[in-house]
């Protein structure tokens, strides 16, 4: 709900041309209110102004682009690389140009970079530029590792408290070795690491030592309490990477990470258990392979525990009742996630009657029902068969289920099925980048198919 204060700044900003002739008029607390309606409408011109002459003592673009009075909707996780290259370039000609009395009084910059040549160039300036860059969460996301090296270096790691290195950054362990060797990240709080960063089905003698170190440079870091890394494989090696850790974990992503009996013994006997708040299994046959060591996790962690992801674990309809029992002790749950597992409407229905029992559970990502896809499915689905159920049927079942949770008086609980996963937010682009870049990969993809046929006749 836009506020008609919003929209006569969205009718201001609008004319780009007069909106910058203009803005030696406006009011200085009505900047942040004028900010927000240009990044909406992708106003880049106006956007350099406004930084460039930002008139007061903080510039933070979560809170500027986040939910406000004025318009509620939070813009803060729209990544637009037009208008983050407009509040860098704001940002340069605000410390190098024209001296009106107000300019001067920005102290704090907060924002998110996502161009690494203007991230480094920025960088590089701080240690003579009047406005410093004081960076405390890094993501690096599609970056070479050379790259990645060298821009860690320039953004002053003793800093860093939240580390994201994820997607196209090919880190494997021995570079992770090196990374945390070379430099010391004595405040940070989060760490995610790329998918296959570690791999021990092929381990030495030497992968064993390298590991080993990893698990006490990780320790050293007596701030870190959410660590990710998903896809990596970690059979019988929790423990080692773990147990150096001098701060209980409070968020844990193993995802995919083929852990055995033995690594789920060591996560419900460890003191991280007892601090557990986010905990995310999904890839994993729990209730098959270890549901009472499974189970004892979550008995430990159910004071804390707020998020649990089960995606892809192959809970079937004779594991519902125990996997009520499990969550049972689980009463500070607020989301739980379970899509990619072959459950039937029944099983779901029976499901559902217990969450509603959970007071403070808000979110529920619940599959598909097995019995909407034809016979003789297999779990887990590949995408291509993902979509290829009855839809009506699936309608139907999905409108029991948000019954069952409004006979229960359960309206605040919103349950969906986001088919090809959770949404990442970070990563989030404008209607108009997205576009432009699924095209831009379809075409280079049908260049290299046609090369390649080419090659073969």
């Known amino acids: 709900m836009k506020s008609l204060r919003f929209i006569s700044a969205e009718a201001f900003v609008s004319n780009a041309e007069f909106a910058r002739k203009s803005l030696g008029g406006v009011a200085h607390n009505l900047f942040p209110l004028l900010f927000k309606a240009s990044y909406l409408l992708e106003q880049r011109e106006v956007i ?3 930084v460039e002459n930002w008139p007061l003592v903080d510039f933070n673009m979560g809170k500027l682009l986040g939910t406000t009075v004025d318009y509620q909707e939070d ?7 037009v208008c983050l290259e407009s509040c860098l370039t704001g940002l340069r000609d605000y410390v190098l140009n024209h001296p009106s009395p107000y300019v001067k009084r920005l102290k704090v910059v907060d924002l998110t970079e996502r161009n690494y040549e203007l991230v480094m160039q920025a960088l590089l300036k701080k240690c003579y530029c009047p406005l410093k860059i004081c960076c405390v969460s890094f993501r690096s996301d599609n970056l070479a590792l050379q790259k990645f090296f060298y821009i860690i270096k320039l953004t002053d790691p003793s ?4 580390l994201e290195i994820v997607h196209n950054v090919r880190l494997e362990m021995e570079h992770l070795e090196i990374l945390f060797n070379s430099i010391h990240f004595p405040l940070l709080m989060s760490l995610t690491l790329p998918a296959r960063t570690f791999n021990v089905q092929r381990f030495t003698a030497t992968d064993e030592r390298v590991l080993t170190n990893i698990g ?7 701030q870190l309490t959410e660590l990710s890394m998903p896809f990596s494989i970690l059979t019988g ?3 080692k990477l773990l147990s150096p850790l001098k701060t209980p974990l409070k968020m844990l992503d193993v995802s995919n990470c083929s852990l055995n009996h033995a690594d789920m013994a060591y996560l419900a006997n460890s003191f991280h258990a007892n601090h557990l708040e986010a905990l995310d299994l999904s890839g994993h046959k729990i209730l098959d392979l270890y549901p009472s060591i499974f189970f004892k996790l979550l008995s430990h962690s159910s004071s804390v525990l707020r998020s649990l ?5 192959n809970i079937q309809d004779t594991h519902v009742n125990m996997l009520i029992l499990g969550l049972s002790p689980c009463q500070k749950l607020q989301e739980f996630k379970f899509l990619g597992n072959p459950l039937s409407s029944q099983a779901l229905k029976h499901l559902f009657t217990f969450l509603c029992e959970l007071p403070m559970l808000k979110n529920v990502e619940f599959p598909v029902p097995r019995d909407c896809y034809p016979i003789g499915i297999t779990y887990p689905i590949d995408d291509a068969s993902l979509c290829r159920f009855d839809h009506q049927k699936y309608e139907s079942v999905a409108e029991d289920l948000n019954l069952i949770l409004l006979q229960a008086n359960r309206e605040d609980v919103k349950a969906s099925t986001p088919l090809f996963g959770s949404y990442d937010a970070a990563v989030q682009e404008t209607k108009n980048e997205l576009g432009a870049y699924l095209i831009k990969s379809f075409k280079e993809t049908l260049e290299k198919f046609t090369t390649s046929l080419n090659k073969m006749s």
């Open 237 to 239: 090696r929790i423990q």
């Open 75 to 81: 813009l803060s996780c729209r990544t637009c690389s």
């Open 159 to 162: 800093l860093l408290r939240k």
């Open 48 to 50: 350099h102004d406004l």
């Open 216 to 222: 006490e440079k990780m320790g050293e870091m007596t």
């Open 309 to 313: 992801t089960l995606e892809d674990c």
